[in-house]
């Protein structure tokens, strides 16, 4: 953001509506300004302002789309330097490199273990997004279109310009980014980039070579660029990436606000010294990481160091409130309640599956604080979560009404009782989940 507050006052309908959540413009103005609000968020703004102010809001690292569907990828759009700072948004895109002069059975190999290497954590879908086919020499449009039909791939298409017009020709649909613009061909590159409306990545020797040669290809118009700084050794290209960042948000350098994808598979040829430089990568600051090959013992930590860091500390994992069925419920069915904490919610639905009990689990929003941090701050007290039960719509559900709290709240029960009625047996379920699936199975079994 280039402009004060002051002058994105000067901008703004100045009517103090407060439509925008604050009371007043200038209240709004100063948050836009410290990037605390969205200039959407402002439905009165003329077009004129809209258009000046987007410009200047607009994330110091551009954001670009690849991909399309439920596996588009989002990279770049970063505003700090540390996400203690904020939150860092738009993950690092994990990805495979597949050649087309590589052995049928290794790209078979390949694009299965992109098919299969999935995990299911706390509700979220863990997997690599991006698969990178290169063309050298073999039949590359051919191959392009087998990753295009057996897979939700977002695509990069390395090649030269000849080889990436037939990879679109059969993969356009899910708008890959192109690899890459240099020196040499920067013209030709950018001008099929323009012509197909897609991302294209500008690789040069070095951070001053590339953004030069982006900063040309931005001038002449060109606006989704991803960034190849050319470095292959990990302590240059550490230092180089950590200087990208600084400059794009510290300096508002634009030639260099791009995202940046970095090749791990060109680094190494030790699978296990790979995964450490990728995860030195997703750690500071690749957008994209593109592997040799996908294996499970090197794909998960790095899936899950990237999913702690793009986890936004300021806002707590949950779960909606209401009333999840879990091993197809009746009437007769006993009724239990949690918090919406996302970790607890999964832990106590995982547990009364296993137990195979038919269960009414009850969610109550506390904020995705947990039972007890929520018992504390007030916010899973006896006469809210009697309450709850009586407007959940429960009651409609069961006619044997038998109601289970969490062990830790104990306390709550009689408040609870009060709340519900004599028509509810009010029970202490156990305190930790590894325990549920006896307790279900000794009482309702
Ligand atoms: S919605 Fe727009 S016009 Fe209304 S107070 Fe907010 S900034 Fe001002």
């Known amino acids: 953001m280039g402009l004060s507050g002051i002058q994105i006052f000067k901008l703004l309908p100045k009517t103090n509506c407060g439509d925008c959540g604050v009371p007043t413009c200038l209240a709004f103005a100063m948050n836009l300004a410290a990037g605390k609000a969205e200039l959407s968020q402002c439905p009165h703004v003329s077009e004129e302002a809209k258009a000046q102010l987007s410009e200047q809001s607009a994330p110091p690292i551009r954001t670009v789309t690849l991909g399309t569907g439920e596996n588009e990828v989002k990279i770049g759009g970063e505003t700090v330097m540390y996400r203690h700072e904020k939150t860092f948004y738009n993950k690092t895109g994990i990805g495979v490199m597949v050649a087309d002069n590589e052995p049928a059975e290794k790209i078979e190999a390949k694009i299965n273990n992109f098919k299969k290497l999935q995990y299911e954590r706390v509700g979220l879908t863990l997997r690599p997004e991006i698969v990178t086919v290169k063309a050298a020499g073999g039949d590359f449009s051919g191959l392009v279109k087998k ?266 029960t009689g408040d609870v009782e009060e709340e519900v009625g004599s028509d509810w047996e009010v029970m202490v379920g156990p305190r930790e989940g590894g325990h549920i699936v006896p307790y279900l199975k000794e009482n309702f079994g």
């Not at 050319?230 to 550490?238: D, N, Q």
Request: glycine content about 8%; aromatic content about 6%.
């Open 147 to 412: 990753v295009v039909d057996e897979t939700d791939a977002a695509l990069v298409l390395m090649g030269d310009p000849d080889a990436l017009k037939a990879g679109i020709e059969v993969s356009a649909s899910r708008r890959p980014a192109l690899y890459a613009a240099t020196k040499e061909n920067a013209d030709a590159m950018a001008a099929l980039a323009k012509e197909k409306g897609l991302p294209l990545v500008v690789k040069g020797n070095g951070l001053d070579e590339t953004s030069e040669l982006a900063d040309k290809l931005a001038a002449g118009g060109l606006k989704d660029i991803i960034l190849d700084i050319g470095t292959r050794k990990i302590g240059t290209l550490h230092k180089e990436l950590v200087a990208a960042r600084r400059l794009a948000i510290e300096k508002a350098y634009r030639p260099i606000g791009f995202p940046i994808i970095t090749f791990p598979c060109e680094m190494s040829d030790d699978p296990i010294y790979e995964a450490a430089l990728a995860g030195t990568l997703i750690a500071k600051y690749g957008s994209m990481i593109i592997l040799s090959d996908l294996k499970p013992e090197t794909l998960f930590p790095l899936l899950l160091e990237r999913l702690n860091i793009y986890t936004d500390p300021q806002r707590p994992m949950k779960t909606d409130q209401g009333i999840y069925p879990i091993n197809d419920p009746g009437p007769e069915s006993p009724v239990l309640i949690t918090c919406n904490f996302s970790l607890t919610y999964f832990v106590v639905s995982g547990e009364i599956e296993a137990s195979r009990v038919p269960t009414w689990l009850l969610v109550q929003d506390t904020d995705g604080l947990s039972v007890l941090t929520g018992w504390a701050a007030g916010k899973f007290v006896g006469d809210l979560v009697g309450a709850f039960v009586k407007k959940s719509g429960i009651e409609e559900k069961v006619s044997k009404k038998r109601l289970i709290l969490p062990g830790y709240v104990a306390v709550i």
